[in-house]
T-cell receptor
C-alpha cells in the first residue's frame, strides 16, 4: 500500500497570509492530484500534475510536482476565507496496467480567519 | 441536478443491524468507487468496480459488501454494523481522459453505529 502523508494536518492562519501544504511519499506516482473538500460535500478536483518538476497555477494557488514524482506542494498566496476546507492530495501509481485507482493522502484541514 | 447522488445522507443504526448505502450517477461513467473518511486518515478505498460485471476489494473491504446493479448504480452494504464503522462514506465515479483520471464524488453519507 502506497502512503501519502500530508503536512501539516491542521493549519489556521489570518486572511492575507501565505501558506504551503505538503504531500510526501516514498512511492513514485504517474500523476498527482489535489482536491478540496468543503463541509457537507465530497472532494472536488483542483488540479492534476503529471511531469516531474511541473508547476501549475490556479489563480492564487500554485501546485508543484516533485522532480522525482514522489511529492507535491500546494502554495496559497494571500489566503482568503473562501480557501477554508480540507485539502487532499491523491496519487495514481506506477505501474498501473489499466487497474488504476487513486491513493489519497491524509488531508490538511485549512482554516482562514477573516 | 447532482451528477452523483447518495442516499441516505445521514443514518443512525444499532450494532448488528444490516444497512445499505446507495449511489446513483448520471455521468455515464463505467468506474465507481466506495470510500470511507475518518479524521486524520483521509479517504480509504472500500470497493471499486470498473464495469457492471467487475467488483474489486479495496484496502478496507472487511465487513462490507457491494452490488453493481447497473452502470449507474453501486450500493454498499454493512451486513452487521459495528461501532467502528461509524464514518463518512463517499461514492465516486471516474473517467479517464487523455491518460488522466478524474474522480467525481457524491455528497457523502454520514453513518453513526451505536
Amino acid at each position: 500500500t502506497q502512503l501519502l502523508e500530508q503536512s501539516p494536518q491542521f493549519l489556521s492562519i489570518q486572511e492575507g497570509e501565505n501558506l504551503t501544504v505538503y504531500c510526501n511519499s516514498s512511492s513514485v506516482f504517474s500523476s498527482l492530484q489535489w482536491y478540496r473538500q468543503e463541509p457537507g460535500e465530497g472532494p472536488v478536483l483542483l488540479v492534476t500534475v503529471v511531469t516531474g518538476g511541473e508547476v501549475k497555477k490556479l489563480k492564487r494557488l500554485t501546485f508543484q510536482f516533485g522532480d522525482a514524482r514522489k511529492d507535491s506542494s500546494l502554495h496559497i498566496t494571500a489566503a482568503q476565507p473562501g480557501d477554508t476546507g480540507l485539502y487532499l492530495c491523491a496519487g495514481l501509481c506506477l505501474p498501473n496496467f489499466g487497474n488504476e485507482k487513486l491513493t489519497f493522502g491524509t488531508g490538511t484541514r485549512l482554516t482562514i480567519i477573516p | 441536478d447532482a451528477d452523483v447522488t447518495q442516499t441516505p445522507r445521514n443514518r443512525i443504526t444499532k450494532t448488528g443491524k444490516r444497512i445499505m448505502l446507495e449511489c446513483s450517477q448520471t455521468k455515464g461513467h463505467d468506474r465507481m468507487y466506495w470510500y470511507r473518511q475518518d479524521p486524520g486518515l483521509g479517504l480509504r478505498l472500500i470497493y471499486y468496480s470498473f464495469d457492471v460485471k467487475d467488483i474489486n476489494k479495496g484496502e478496507i473491504s472487511d465487513g462490507y459488501s457491494v452490488s453493481r446493479q447497473a452502470q449507474a448504480k453501486f450500493s454498499l452494504s454493512l451486513e452487521s454494523a459495528i461501532p467502528n464503522q461509524t464514518a463518512l462514506y463517499f461514492c465516486a465515479t471516474s473517467a479517464r481522459t487523455g491518460g488522466q483520471e478524474t474522480q467525481y464524488f457524491g455528497p457523502g453519507t454520514r453513518l453513526l453505529v451505536l
